[in-house]
């Protein structure tokens, strides 16, 4: 095991990002894990060589541990853990400046071809395959 950090993304929390409580919305914890997602996989070069495949979202769940609000700046972290099979997993901390845990997102995501409209094999190997580089892309095995 390594001590390599995750992959990280710093973002604020605006006022229109709010519920009707004053705290960030269920919903926006969900894009926090999108955005922390896709730049992943773009700074990695993921999706550089594959055309006519993207990365479809399968599955997501989020464990709510501390409110965010207004103005709150939280890193959100991301990392990709393959196994076997079509499918691969991409999970994401939203973690406040001063460590605290606020929330856990857990993601399920394939490769899907375009043009199949199917999930395609070894995606650890897709990416590989494409040059991504897979020590910033993937936890440690």
Do not use: W
């Not at 399968?58 to 709150?72: C, I, K, N, S």
């Amino acid at each position: 095991m390594t001590d390599r950090e995750p992959f990280r993304i710093r973002i604020k929390v605006r006022h229109y990002e709010l519920d009707t409580l004053g705290h960030l919305n269920h919903a926006v914890y969900h894009s926090y894990g999108e955005v922390s997602r896709l730049e992943l996989l773009e700074a990695s070069g993921a999706l550089k060589g594959l055309p006519g495949v993207a990365a479809v979202l399968l599955e997501t769940h989020v464990v709510f541990r501390r409110e965010l609000r207004a103005g709150d700046v939280v890193d959100v972290t991301c990392e990709a853990k393959f196994g076997s099979g079509k499918t691969f997993k991409m999970d994401s901390n939203i973690i406040k400046l001063d460590g605290t845990l606020a929330a856990e997102i857990t993601c399920t995501l394939g490769l899907m071809d375009l043009e199949r409209r199917k999930l395609v094999d070894d995606p650890r190997g897709r990416f590989q395959a494409a040059g991504a580089d897979m020590e910033l892309l993937s936890a440690p095995e």
